[in-house]
């Protein structure tokens, strides 16, 4: 199973690596299977098995027993990796909240720097996602940049539409993550071949109509078919924010797979990016379901 994340789809934390058999028990170097003829298709198996600490207790059929961690990721590689993350990403939107106006004079200069800022993340965002290791200047460097364009963006919100609006979204998306976690720790939420299939139908379908609904706006004016406003927009930002949960629920799979496979430690960075992307997704639905929802009054 590939994730949602493109970072995670370079790597295959999965355990269904060229989607040949879902839920594979881990193998240390398996031989590919159902692999002929296809040129697209990768070795079934442990990915990391040409990592001598993901050989160590890693025994045939069985996730790794033994606790042999020295230079594989842990949970706590994660946590303190996508910590950090989102600690510089709070930090730079703080201060681009404190040091960018949005008032009438300055908001033009405010929101012009935000956005120059979203482009720089976005492009640093998509030179991680296609890199084979982690970089962590640039999955640092991206959530510098996505913190200022946060910032601005949640400012000019904050002020000029829904006061409060931004701490909603933050408590909305902190929600989510817990909810999420719980469902999948409990087993209520089961990420298989299925699962995966169709969330990932229903965001490209999403992202599409997103696309033909900014090309009308750029073309015709406006909100373009209202996908992003009055009622078209609030269900819309409603399938954003389930989209998202999906998404923290293939996260979380990619990250248990990862530790069970006996990843390197270094891919924690990956797994840090990959949640943090997710969770701009989930907060950036949340504030612009919240400002729909307050200029409908």
Same mark, same amino acid.
């Given at each position: 199973m590939r994730s949602s994340n493109p970072v995670f789809s370079r790597r295959g934390f999965s355990r269904d690596n060229g989607y040949a058999g879902f839920n594979t028990a881990p193998q240390a170097g398996g031989a590919a299977v159902?692999?002929?003829g296809s040129p697209y298709a990768q070795p079934q198996g442990n990915p990391y098995a040409t990592n001598p600490y993901a050989q160590q207790g890693l025994q045939q059929g069985a996730p790794p027993q033994t606790p042999v961690t020295t230079g594989r990721m842990t949970i706590d590689d994660v946590v303190l990796r996508t910590g950090t993350t989102l600690g510089i990403l709070i930090v730079t939107a703080a201060l681009a909240w404190a040091l960018l106006p949005v008032d009438d004079a300055n908001i033009g200069r405010s929101y012009g720097i935000g956005i120059g800022a979203a482009v720089i993340g976005?492009? =640093? *965002? =998509?030179?991680?996602? +296609?890199?084979?290791?982690a970089t962590p200047a640039l999955i640092v460097s991206y959530a510098a940049f996505e913190g200022v364009f946060l910032g601005v963006v949640s400012s000019i919100v904050d002020n000029r539409i829904a006061s409060g609006a931004a701490m909603q979204a933050v408590?909305?998306? =902190? *929600?989510v993550f817990a909810a999420v976690l719980v469902a999948y720790k409990a087993g209520w939420i089961r990420v298989n071949r299925r699962f995966y299939g169709f969330v990932m139908a229903a %965001?490209?379908?999403f992202l599409l109509l997103m696309v033909v609904n900014l =090309? +009308? *706006?750029a073309f015709g004016g406006g909100d373009g078919l209202g996908f992003r406003s009055g009622g078209l927009g609030i269900l819309f930002g409603i399938i954003g924010v389930l989209l998202g949960a999906c998404f923290l629920a293939l996260d979380f799979k990619q990250v248990e797979d990862g530790i069970a496979y006996g990843a390197p430690r @270094? @891919? %924690?960075w990956l797994a840090a990016f990959g949640l943090t992307l997710t969770l701009v997704w989930i907060y950036? @639905? +949340?504030l612009r379901l919240i400002a729909i929802l307050n200029s409908s009054d």
């Open positions: 159902g692999t002929q976005m492009v =640093l *965002a =998509l030179v991680q996602s +296609f890199k084979r290791t408590i909305g998306t =902190l *929600a %965001a490209l379908g =090309l +009308f *706006a @270094e @891919e %924690a950036m @639905e +949340f």
